[in-house]
């Protein structure tokens, strides 16, 4: 989903230097959640710095 929002808006995951993330609160949601972002944006992203997130 994060991927195909990325695509519709023109844009690639390197594009990206934060995400805004507020978890779901439960064990199960939010490492599904972290895992989500860090397959997304800690891709393409050889050489920058790194995306940033924060609550």
Known sequence: ??????ADAGLSAADVDVVEAHGTGTKLGDPIEAQAL??????ER????????GP
Do not use: N
Request: with cysteine; net charge negative.
């Open 1 to 6: 989903m994060i991927r195909a929002a990325l």
């Open 38 to 43: 860090l397959a997304t944006y800690g891709q």
């Open 46 to 53: 050889e050489g920058d710095p790194p995306c940033g997130s």
